[in-house]
């Protein structure tokens, strides 16, 4: 689509809309950490997305989901997408989920994300119908969030290609503690 106030907010982004999920059990919402390749600037060292995972992620069966973000594309500037994945454990450029929010409304919490890509969190955090439990402060998200993918690659975590390939680190910042090691 192109640029317009009725699917966005008013934001002028270009969007891009994947079709939404089979019925399932949701359990947490994610933000997700990816490498930007810029090692010199702690700003832009990561992209951000937000990912839906299910209740339950256990055994070898992949586990499709979307990853919802908003991205800078070289000639039409901002654009807010939502983009299949096969198995939300192990993006190959992946390095690390945080579960900030337990998910009540799948589909309200998803349109929320459409209409306001750029201040999603904050009127996620005002709303409060489509999550359950969370940690919505987007000042204790980041802080962790860097903090926890700086550790992981300090210890070596993203050094060997095959790493890369094994289901992704997973902290729930809910219960304070790690569920994928």
């Known amino acids: 689509m192109g640029k317009g106030k009725d699917m966005r907010g008013g934001w002028g982004l270009n969007f891009r809309r994947q079709s939404p999920m089979n019925e ?5 919402w994610y933000i997700a950490l990816y490498p930007r390749g810029v090692v010199c600037n702690e700003e832009r060292r990561y992209h951000w997305a937000f990912l839906i995972g299910l209740k339950a992620e256990k055994g070898n069966v992949d586990i499709p989901s979307v990853r919802y973000h908003v991205k800078k594309a070289p000639v039409s500037g901002w654009v807010y997408e939502e983009k299949g994945v096969n198995d ?7 390095l690390v989920r945080i579960i900030i929010a337990k998910v009540e409304n799948e589909q309200y919490l998803i349109n929320l994300l459409r ?7 904050a009127e996620i955090a005002k709303d409060g ?4 439990t969370s ?3 987007w000042g204790t998200i980041e802080a962790f969030a ?8 300090a210890a070596g975590r ?11 680190l997973t902290y729930d910042l809910l219960e304070g503690k790690e569920v994928v090691a």
């Not at 860097?146 to 690659?153: I, V």
């Open 158 to 168: 993203y050094e060997k290609a095959e790493d890369m390939l094994k289901p992704k």
């Open 135 to 137: 940690q919505l402060d």
């Open 88 to 94: 939300v454990r192990s993006m190959n450029t992946l």
């Open 146 to 153: 860097r903090q926890y993918a700086a550790q992981k690659t």
């Open 129 to 132: 119908k489509c999550v359950g």
């Open 115 to 121: 209409n306001l890509p750029v201040q999603a969190l």
């Open 24 to 28: 399932r059990k949701i359990g947490g």
